[in-house]
């Protein structure tokens, strides 16, 4: 079975860091891409990043550009969002979700649409204090 399982979220001051883990299982791992969405409430869900486990190309979006960074492990089969400068508006539940390693060379549009995404873990916490 396909397996996403996010962790590392918490609460932490404005200016603060975290650093998400999405450990993944149940498929070839070097043929996805992993994302990280998030999802604040009463709002939509948002694309934040996305890496190539193929290549390790990279997205991110304009708000999280300077301050997160994807990686990934793929002997380990898992994927890393380290997030500094938080800042209250990052305040959401944080997932992880695979799509085919093809997205990120597509459409720039699409690498962080939701609905190109066929696998999800749980989200987790984050809380950024002001």
């Known amino acids: 079975d396909v397996q996403l399982q996010a962790s590392g979220g918490g609460l932490v001051q404005a200016g603060g860091s975290l650093r998400l883990s999405c450990a993944a299982s149940?498929?070839?791992?070097?043929?996805?891409?992993i994302a990280w969405f998030r999802q604040a409430p009463g709002k939509e869900r948002e694309g934040v990043s996305c890496?190539?486990?193929?290549?390790?190309?990279?997205y991110y979006v304009d708000s999280v550009k300077g301050r997160f960074t994807i990686a990934s492990d793929n002997a380990k089969k898992m994927v890393y969002l380290q997030m500094n400068s938080l800042k209250p508006e990052d305040t959401a539940i944080y997932y992880c979700?695979?799509?085919?390693?093809?997205?990120?060379?597509?459409?720039?549009?699409?690498?962080?649409?939701?609905?190109?995404?066929?696998?999800w873990g749980q989200g987790t916490l984050v809380t950024v204090s002001s």
């Open positions: 979700a695979a799509t085919g390693f093809q997205v990120v060379h597509g459409d720039p549009g699409l690498i962080l649409d939701s609905n190109e995404y066929d696998y």
């Open positions: 149940g498929f070839i791992f070097d043929d996805y891409a």
């Open positions: 890496i190539s486990n193929k290549d390790g190309s990279t």
